[in-house]
C-alpha cells in the first residue's frame, strides 16, 4: 500500500514571493505522482505529474515539481505567488495506470497582499 | 472539448434515505472514479469502474454502489444515508482504459441532515 505525507496543512506568503508545497511518499513499487489544485467550492484541476523521464516537472500556472526517489519526495514550487494562486493542494500517487489515486492530505495556501 | 460533468451540484437528503449522484466522462473516456472529500477525512477512493464493470472498490460499506452505463456514464447509489455521508463526491475519467492521468468533474456535495 502507498501512503502520502503533505507536511504543510497551511502555508502563508506574500504576493509575488516564492513558495514550496512539500510532498513525501511511501511506497514498495514505482509509482505516478500528481499535483492537483482545488479552487473554492471546485472540483480537482491537474497542475502536473511524473510518470517517467525526466525528474523535473513543468507544470500549468508557473508550477513545477521535482522527484526526488531517494528521499521519496515531489516538492511543488512557485517562483513567484499571485493572490490567484490562492487554493488547496493535493499531492496524490498511483501504482500503476488504472489504480486509485492516494492523496495527501492537502496544503491550504493563502496569498496576501 | 467538454470536461468531466456531474449532477446535481448538490443534494440534500434526511439520515435513512437513498442518494443517487451522477457522472459523465470526457468524450473518449472508459474508466470513471469516484472519490468522496469528507470533512476531516480528507479524499478518500470509492470506486473504480471500467467497460461497465468494477474494477476496484475502497474502504467503504456495502450501502456505496454504483454502475457504469454502455455510453460509460456512471452512477452512485448511496443507500441508507448517514449524517456521516456528508461529503462532497468527485467523479474523474482517464483514457484509455486505466490511463494514469485521471480528471475530475466540479463534484456533487451532499448534505444528510
Known amino acids: 500500500a502507498q501512503s502520502v505525507t503533505q507536511l504543510d496543512s497551511q502555508v502563508p506568503v506574500f504576493e509575488e514571493a516564492p513558495v514550496e508545497l512539500r510532498c513525501n511518499y511511501s511506497s514498495s513499487v514505482s509509482v505516478y505522482l500528481f499535483w492537483y489544485v482545488q479552487y473554492p467550492n471546485q472540483g480537482l484541476q491537474l497542475l502536473l505529474k511524473y510518470l517517467s523521464g525526466s525528474t523535473l516537472v513543468k507544470g500549468i500556472n508557473g508550477f513545477e515539481a521535482e522527484f526526488n526517489k531517494s528521499q521519496t519526495s515531489f516538492h511543488l514550487r512557485k517562483p513567484s505567488v499571485h493572490i490567484s494562486d490562492t487554493a488547496e493542494y493535493f499531492c496524490a500517487v498511483s501504482r500503476a495506470a488504472g489504480n486509485k489515486l492516494t492523496f495527501g492530505g492537502g496544503t491550504r495556501v493563502l496569498v496576501k497582499p | 472539448e467538454a470536461g468531466v460533468t456531474q449532477s446535481p451540484t448538490h443534494l440534500i437528503k434526511t439520515r435513512g434515505q437513498q442518494a443517487t449522484l451522477r457522472c459523465s466522462p470526457i468524450?473518449?473516456?472508459?474508466?470513471v472514479y469516484w472519490y468522496q472529500q469528507a470533512l476531516g477525512l480528507g479524499l478518500q477512493f470509492l470506486l473504480w469502474y471500467d467497460e461497465g464493470e468494477e474494477r476496484n472498490r475502497g474502504n467503504f460499506p456495502p450501502r456505496f454502489s454504483g454502475r457504469q452505463f454502455p455510453n460509460y456514464s456512471s452512477e452512485l447509489n448511496v443507500n441508507a444515508l448517514e449524517l456521516e455521508d456528508s461529503a462532497l463526491y468527485l467523479c474523474?475519467?482517464?483514457?484509455?482504459?486505466?490511463?494514469?492521468?485521471?480528471?475530475f468533474g466540479p463534484g456533487t456535495r451532499l448534505l444528510v441532515l
Open positions: 474523474a475519467s482517464s483514457f484509455p482504459a486505466g490511463g494514469e492521468t485521471q480528471y
Open positions: 468524450s473518449g473516456h472508459t474508466s
